[in-house]
Structures are given as structure tokens and as C-alpha cells.
């Protein structure tokens, strides 16, 4: 089978390759249809992404959604996908079967993550997504790709020592990182900057959420830590109350952002769909000239 890897860029660091575009969606939680989120995707891979990620809950079903959505999306729609997979709540054998079952599944890219402690979650056998990385290495034959955050992980006493932390699951063999949503683009540029400066050279692809709802702006910051620019607030404020508006608003925000990331050479834009890929075609229209211009994509 042809190795259909994320990130090719790894053998050629320094030289430049056109950016990625890519989407994540989440499955559906417990025993459920799929053919919701199947026309989820028939949508998005009518736009061509470089690849589409999977979220991974927490125990229970949502998981072997994600393996059966991922293997579909690599094995059915031919698109590379990215399946996540955290360290929460799982011992070594388990991080085993899931990870046997990705490889027969077709499944060829992994974003390996910590997962959120929150008071359910218990850390089984790997502490930090730098063991799962080192782990899967080691064991397996995987591209993997390693989560970044360009305000800093909620948790980590500041950027300097969440910057070492991700030198170290850089060095574990991170081939690429994806980055927590951001609002403001100099906190990203910063952010790699001090990454290069510290000799983190593999491609960070920019992560970003289209704020289409006003209800999602609390759960969003609480849970992720990213700050909200007074320009963002503000249209919030303004629209939050009707939808259309609101809507209108975050796709023109996120459009902007996308456009500015492109201007300064970012190695990748990962959109994150909540599922709605009316959104992403939004997106994608806006931008469709500035893609070709710079051969992101054949459009
Ligand atoms: P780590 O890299 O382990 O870092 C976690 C914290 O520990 C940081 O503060 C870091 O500075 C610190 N740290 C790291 N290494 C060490 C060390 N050796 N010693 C001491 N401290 C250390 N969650 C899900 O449950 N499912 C998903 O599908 C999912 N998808 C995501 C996708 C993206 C792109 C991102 C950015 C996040 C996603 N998350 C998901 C959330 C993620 O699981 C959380 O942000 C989690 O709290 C941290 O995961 P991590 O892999 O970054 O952890």
C-alpha cells in the first residue's frame, strides 16, 4: 500500500512545501447511525482537504467511532486521515488494541494527546502525550502529530516551560504539531518564533475555529485557555444575539485570519468544523482566489 503520511516535510526540513488544509470533525457518541456524520463528510471531502481528523472521547463507544470514522475517511473517501488518541484512562494493552486496529483499519496518522484531566479522567500508563509519542514510535508505524498551544496549556506554569515540555515530545518524535485554537495571529507568530528558537523545526499547522455562536465563547475559553481579542468581543457583543449575524461575523473573523496565516507563510491550516461544513465551504470560497494564488490547492 502507498504510505499516505500527513507530513512529508520531515525528510526536507528547511525547504519550503505549499501549506496543508485540513478539517477536524468529532463522531457521534455511543452506538449510534453514522450516516450523520458520513454526509458530514461527503461534504467536506468535496472540498479537497490534505486530510481530515477525528476526535477521540474519553472511554466508552465515541472511540470505536472514531477508528470506524477514521478508516473510512483514509480507506473509503481515499482522504489521509488523522485519528486522535489520548493517554486518559488507558493502560498500555489497550493503547495496544486501538492502536493494532488503526493499523488494520487503514489508518496511517495519529495526534497523540495527554486528554483533559477533568474529575472522571484517570491517567493510565503514559503521564504525558511525550511517552504516547515515544511509545508509538517505537512500537509502530505511524506518522505522529503532537497537540501546541499558542497561549500556553492551561496548565503549565508559563510559555517558557510548556515550550520545553514540547521540545521533549518534539524529540520523541512529534513529525508535526497542530495548534490549540487562537484569535489573535501575533500570539501564533510569537509563539513559533520562540519555537524555532528553540530548535522545534518541524511544520506547526495553525488550528483554527470559526466562532459562529455566541454560547460558544465561554466553554471555549474556559477550556482551552485562548485569549479573545477586544475586535472579537466586540462582534460578539454586537451579534451574539442573533445567529445569522454571529454567524456572518465569525466566518468573515476566521476568513481573516486565515488569509493573514497564509500571507506569512504557515505550513498549514487545520479548521476546526464543529461538524458544519457549510461553514468550512464558506471559508473556503472566501478564499478560494488566495489559494490559488499561491498554489495551496487546485481550486
Ligand atoms: P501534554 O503534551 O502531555 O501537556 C499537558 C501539560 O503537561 C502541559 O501543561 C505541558 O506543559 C505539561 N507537560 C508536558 N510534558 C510534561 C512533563 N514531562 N512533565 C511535566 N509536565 C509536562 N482532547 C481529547 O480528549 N480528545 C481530542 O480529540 C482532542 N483533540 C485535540 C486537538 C488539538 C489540536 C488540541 C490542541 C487539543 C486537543 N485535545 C483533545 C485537548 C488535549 O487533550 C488537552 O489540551 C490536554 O489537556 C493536553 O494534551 P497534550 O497532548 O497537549 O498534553
Known amino acids: ?11 526536507n ?6 501549506p496543508t488544509f485540513s478539517f477536524e470533525i468529532f463522531p457521534p457518541k455511543g452506538k449510534v447511525d453514522l450516516d450523520g456524520i458520513f454526509g458530514t463528510i461527503d461534504a467536506l471531502a468535496s472540498l479537497s482537504p490534505d486530510f481530515i481528523s477525528v476526535t477521540y472521547g474519553a472511554g466508552g463507544s465515541s472511540r470505536d467511532n472514531t477508528v470506524e470514522i477514521a478508516s473510512a475517511i483514509q480507506m473509503k473517501y481515499n482522504i ?19 492502536l493494532k486496529e488503526l493499523k488494520d483499519k487503514g489508518v496511517e496518522n495519529i495526534l497523540a494527546m495527554r486528554g483533559d484531566l477533568n474529575d472522571e479522567a484517570i491517567l493510565g500508563d503514559f503521564k504525558h502525550a511525550s511517552e504516547l509519542t515515544k511509545y508509538i514510535k517505537e512500537n509502530y508505524d505511524f506518522n505522529v502529530l503532537g497537540a501546541c498551544y499558542p497561549n500556553k496549556h492551561i496548565e503549565a506554569y508559563s510559555m517558557e516551560e510548556d515550550l520545553k515540555f514540547l521540545k521533549h515530545k518534539v524529540e520523541c518524535g512529534s513529525d508535526a504539531l497542530i ?27 495553525a488550528g483554527i475555529m470559526p466562532l459562529t455562536s455566541a454560547k460558544q465563547v465561554d466553554r471555549m475559553i474556559s477550556m482551552c485557555g485562548a ?34 496565516l497564509l500571507a506569512h ?35
Request: hydrophobic share 40%; aromatic share 10%.
Open 13 to 18: 526540513l528547511g525547504q519550503r512545501v505549499r
Open 265 to 299: 507563510g504557515v505550513d498549514g491550516i487545520h479548521l476546526y468544523t464543529m461538524n458544519q461544513p457549510d461553514t468550512a465551504k464558506r471559508i473556503m470560497e472566501n478564499i478560494r482566489g488566495i489559494l490559488y494564488a499561491l498554489k495551496v490547492k487546485r481550486v
Open 227 to 260: 485569549t479573545l481579542p477586544e475586535s472579537v468581543q466586540s462582534f460578539v457583543k454586537a451579534y451574539g444575539h442573533n445567529s445569522l449575524a454571529m454567524k456572518e461575523a465569525g466566518i468573515t473573523y476566521a476568513t481573516g485570519q486565515i488569509i493573514d
Open 179 to 205: 495548534t490549540q485554537l487562537f484569535f489573535n495571529n501575533d500570539d501564533f507568530y510569537s509563539f513559533c518564533n520562540k519555537a524555532r528558537g528553540l530548535g522545534i523545526d518541524v511544520p506547526i499547522i
Open 80 to 98: 489521509p486521515a488523522l485519528a486522535h488518541l489520548t493517554c486518559v484512562g488507558s493502560k498500555i494493552e489497550d493503547m495496544d488494541q486501538i
Open 1 to 11: 500500500m502507498i504510505k499516505r503520511e500527513i507530513y512529508y516535510v520531515k525528510k
